[in-house]
């Protein structure tokens, strides 16, 4: 079992930046996978981001130069920093982890409006 606390979301203007974090417990030695999903209303839940073994990363395009994920191992935490936001990102932001099984975070609402 994985366990996952996000932290970081909130109401920002447009144009504004943002840092969410997600910190795992638990078997974190079997995870391989750690990526940041979003579901807006009405609409189906999106992979983000995702950073995997060896430090590879994957964007979504919507996102790509704006968005940068990292991992601080030292604290088994995750980061997705969040610039230049626009009101189409905001959603309910998920943390995910792959391992021995499929693992999700409680959600942060990040809000983009003026």
């Known amino acids: 079992q994985v366990q996952l606390v996000e932290s970081g979301g909130g109401l920002v203007q447009p144009g504004g930046s943002l840092r969410l974090s997600c910190a795992a417990s638990?078997?974190?030695?079997?995870?391989?996978?750690t990526g940041w999903y979003r579901q807006a209303p009405g609409k189906q839940r999106e992979l983000v981001a995702q950073?995997?073994?060896?430090?590879?990363?994957y964007y979504t395009d919507s996102v790509k130069g704006r968005f940068t994920i990292s991992r601080d191992s030292a604290k088994n935490t995750v980061y997705l920093q969040m610039n230049n936001l626009k009101p189409e990102d905001t959603a309910v932001y998920y943390c995910?982890?792959?391992?021995?099984?499929?693992?999700w975070g409680q959600g942060t609402q990040v809000t983009v409006s003026s």
């Open positions: 995910n982890v792959v391992g021995h099984g499929q693992f």
């Open positions: 638990g078997s974190i030695f079997a995870i391989t996978t």
């Open positions: 950073i995997m073994i060896g430090g590879i990363t």
